[in-house]
């Protein structure tokens, strides 16, 4: 199990930014994708962005994308989530997922690509 530590979240207004860090905690893990899923009440978790190390390859939520930026460090396993421009339906706990597999980008969406889930942490767009 690779542990993974998550900040950031809280309550903004609609319109705000807020912020998510991930990082690896303790010896260095070998991954080779992290991503960001989100999960609101009465809905399946949806993965909001990921990053594949290998060739750099990032993929959106269609809901998100122009709003959220998502960015990675490979050698220090961290991932970060820029969200601009939230809208209350953007509320929901977020978490980090790290995969230690091979996968494909069109892989990147599905939950089970990833063997590794940080706690989530709970954003809240409202005014």
């Known amino acids: 199990q690779v542990p993974l530590v998550v900040s950031g979240g809280g309550l903004v207004q609609p319109g705000g930014s807020l912020s998510l860090s991930c990082a690896v905690s303790?010896?260095?893990?070998?991954?080779?994708?992290m991503a960001w899923f989100r999960q609101s009440l009465g809905k399946e978790r949806e993965c909001v962005a990921a990053?594949?190390?290998?060739?750099?390859?990032?993929i959106y939520a269609d809901s998100v994308k122009g709003r959220f930026t998502v960015a990675g460090d490979k050698g220090k396993n961290t991932l970060t989530l820029q969200m601009n421009s939230l809208k209350p339906e953007d509320t929901a706990v977020y978490y980090c997922?790290?995969?230690?597999?091979?996968?494909?980008?069109?892989?990147?969406?599905?939950?089970?690509?990833?063997?590794?889930w940080g706690q989530g942490t709970q954003v809240t767009v409202s005014s």
């Open positions: 997922a790290a995969s230690t597999g091979s996968p494909i980008v069109s892989s990147l969406r599905s939950a089970a690509t990833y063997d590794n």
């Open positions: 303790g010896r260095t893990y070998s991954t080779s994708a």
């Open positions: 990053i594949r190390w290998r060739g750099g390859n990032t």
